[in-house]
């Protein structure tokens, strides 16, 4: 596709409950970013791929969450045990990578925990 | 260090007017700055970005202002028109052996009255 795509766009699930969110990115950009969005708030990094290098994971707000890229291309978050706190809209972006790159964001997946 | 400071939080304009919103950063090492744009249910998207070299950037209705020395920029937007209404984000970005990596601030929801 043109675009960075996300999928689901919506995703309810039950406390406790694991999700996985997916994020396909600009074919060719080396770089993958995921942020998070919670109501009227900014963007939260949470982990960053670049290449063949290890991930900067930094931004994880607990070990419940993790994700991976296989292949230099897809990624998955995936949130374990979820938790009311979690609501929110996921973010994927891409980059070509290097230095001053401009992200191109997908469109989010929303994730509400009930 | 490594936030990235952000006002105001909402700003009403009328349309023709000039919408201002400031940013400011602690880290020096900061060497690219971006400014994002974001409609409801959409992923944000580049707007306008500057370089600590330069003091200013002008892109159509759009300038950025840099104070290097004050640790500070801002976004100008001017002839504000209603389609302009949407949240704003500053960002700074640290260039890294293997890539870049961003820090966002909280964002400015911005609204341009007809």
């Known amino acids: 596709g043109a675009g960075v795509s996300q999928s689901p766009s919506n995703k309810v699930t039950e406390k406790g409950k694991d999700v996985e969110l997916r994020c396909d990115p600009i074919?060719?950009?080396?770089?993958l970013y995921w942020y998070r969005q919670s109501l009227g708030q900014g963007l939260e990094f949470l982990i960053y791929?670049?290449?063949?290098?290890?991930?900067?994971k930094s931004g994880l707000p607990s070990d419940r969450f993790s994700a991976e890229r296989t292949g230099g291309s897809v990624s998955t978050l995936t949130i374990q045990r979820t938790q009311q706190e979690d609501s929110a809209v996921y973010l994927c972006?891409?980059?070509?990578?290097?230095?001053?790159?401009?992200?191109?964001f997908g469109e989010g997946s929303r994730l509400t925990v009930l | 260090q490594q936030q990235v400071k952000q006002s105001p939080q909402s700003l009403i304009v009328q349309k023709g007017g000039i919408s201002i919103i400031n940013c400011a950063y602690e880290?020096?090492?900061?060497?690219?700055f971006p400014w994002y744009q974001q409609f409801p249910g959409k992923g944000p998207a580049l707007l306008i970005a500057?370089?600590?070299?330069?003091s200013e950037k002008k892109e159509g209705r759009f300038t950025i202002s840099f104070n290097k020395s004050a640790k500070q920029f801002s976004l100008h937007i001017m002839d504000s028109q209603p389609g302009d209404s949407a949240t704003y984000f500053c960002?700074?970005?640290?260039?890294?052996?293997?890539?870049?990596?961003?820090?966002f601030g909280p964002g400015t929801r911005l609204s341009v009255l007809p």
């Open positions: 960002a700074a970005s640290i260039g890294l052996n293997y890539g870049q990596n961003f820090v």
């Open positions: 074919s060719g950009h080396t770089a």
């Open positions: 791929f670049q290449g063949n290098s290890a991930p900067d």
């Open positions: 880290n020096t090492a900061f060497d690219y």
């Open positions: 972006a891409s980059s070509f990578g290097g230095r001053n790159g401009e992200l191109f």
């Open positions: 500057i370089r600590p070299d330069v």
